[in-house]
């Protein structure tokens, strides 16, 4: 079992920065990727970024150039650092974890575990 906790997510205005962390604790030796994905109001959940422990990254359209998903292997961490924030980009933001190298890291199937989710609201 993975055990995934996000933190980081808050009110922000248009235009600002925020920086989401998954922290992972359990058979943290297991795992071959992480991911983020989020949940706007309304809408289906969607891949945003991956990273695979090669060290390989992956991006949605929507968030390449605004946004870079890096981790600390020694905290186990991985973060999101989202700049240019839009209202659009408004969602609850969670992270998973997969252990396998499967090529499909945007689908939701490849991962195992979920964290519960960190809430972003990007005010205009």
Known sequence: QVQLVESGGG???AGGSLRLSCAASGRTFSIYGTGWFRQAP???REFVAAIRWSGS???ADSVKGRSTISR???KNTVY???NSLKPD???VYYCATSR???PY???QGEYDYWGQGAKVTVSS
């Open 80 to 82: 999101l650092q989202m």
């Open 42 to 44: 309304g809408k289906e």
């Open 11 to 13: 009110l922000v205005q």
């Open 72 to 74: 600390d292997n020694a």
């Open 105 to 107: 890291y945007a689908r």
């Open 57 to 59: 990254t992956y991006y």
């Open 89 to 91: 980009d408004t969602a």
């Open 100 to 102: 396998s190298n499967s």
